[in-house]
């Protein structure tokens, strides 16, 4: 049961393997589109929570400075 287990892993890793060093441009288009909705993502949140994220950041600010003096 081990040793299946353990060819099993090194079959995933094997695979893994293969598949990041693939120099089709596939690979590269996926990980261009993840970065790409990560961006909108992230634009969007900080765009719809800027005043919550702002408001949150400054009472750390302020907690941060009154320790510190």
């Known amino acids: 049961?081990?040793?299946t287990m353990k060819n099993k892993i090194q079959m995933a890793a094997?695979?893994?393997r293969n598949t990041l060093m693939n120099p089709s441009g596939d690979q590269m288009t996926g990980w261009?589109?993840?970065v790409l909705v990560v961006v909108v993502v992230g634009a969007v949140f900080m765009t719809?929570?800027?005043s919550s994220i702002t408001?949150?950041?400054n009472n750390i600010v302020t907690?941060?400075?009154g320790l510190l003096s």
């Open 14 to 16: 094997m695979k893994a």
């Open 48 to 50: 719809l929570y800027q």
């Open 32 to 34: 261009l589109i993840v």
């Open 63 to 65: 907690k941060i400075t």
């Open 1 to 3: 049961m081990f040793k």
């Open 55 to 57: 408001t949150i950041w």
